[in-house]
């Protein structure tokens, strides 16, 4: 198992700091609705040592105690009153099935939800002929991307494990039914990157349903 001996205090403040620009970032797009939202990063590759954001917080302030250490069963690896996010069950699982995953990002937002109760009943749906799949590392001509999408269970163990059994390797995404998503990344930088891409496909896709008057 990978100890904070592993790590230096410098390491512990650049994943925090790096979290915490991420946080603003995601912040100023209101994108942490009362309270909603969580996001880890790896503290080193290659360690199974995990910043993350501390539960019930405002993500939209910025405080001393946002952040804290966790190990790959979510459990703090620091004496601390904080908690981490209710859901770090389901970031571990993100980064016990993706070797190469380096950060996760959770955010509620009405697009997100939109799209996965419009096509929840299918468990995926499907973005086809947009210049941003190419976010996606998909090059091709007619390239295609399917986002699973599984149900809400509030017991977040069984909605971690759903998570794990429904993610795709190739698809760094997961819709939780209105809820919000999770995405990842092999960094900090990717995982952003592939967030935007999503949720701009999203609000994409629900603007032309409503201009069609689809929905
Ligand atoms: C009203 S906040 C929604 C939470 O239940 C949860 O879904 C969430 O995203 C934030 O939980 P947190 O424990 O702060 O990481
Ligand atoms: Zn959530």
Not at 31 to 50: D, K, M, Q
Not at 62 to 69: A, G, Q, R, S
Not at 123 to 130: A, H, L, N, S
Request: proline share 5%.
């Amino acid at each position: 198992m990978d100890t904070l001996k592993n790590v230096t205090l410098e390491d512990i403040q650049a994943s925090f700091s790096l979290l915490r620009e991420m946080k603003k970032t995601f912040a100023t797009r209101g994108w942490f609705p009362a309270t909603s939202g969580n996001l880890s990063i790896r503290v080193r590759p290659g360690l199974e040592i995990f910043a993350i954001t501390s539960s019930g917080k405002d993500k939209s302030m910025d405080t001393p105690e946002d952040f804290l250490i966790i190990d790959v069963q979510g459990k703090p690896l620091t004496t601390t009153a904080l908690k981490p996010s209710a859901e770090t069950l389901i970031h571990t699982a993100v980064y016990e099935s993706i070797p190469d995953c380096e950060a996760v990002f959770h955010v509620h937002t009405v697009p997100n939800n939109l799209i996965s109760e419009l096509y929840g009943d299918e468990g995926e749906v499907i973005f086809k002929g947009q210049e941003l799949i190419k976010a996606f590392d998909l090059w091709e001509q007619d390239a295609s991307i399917s986002i699973p999408i599984v149900e809400n269970f509030a017991d977040i163990p069984k909605l971690a494990a759903e998570i794990k059994k429904s993610l795709k390797f190739e698809v760094p995404g997961v819709l939780i039914r209105n809820h919000g998503i999770y995405v990842w990344g092999d960094s900090d930088f990717s995982a952003k990157r592939h967030l935007e891409a999503f949720e701009f496909l999203f609000n994409y896709h629900i603007r032309l349903l409503s201009i069609q008057r689809k929905v």
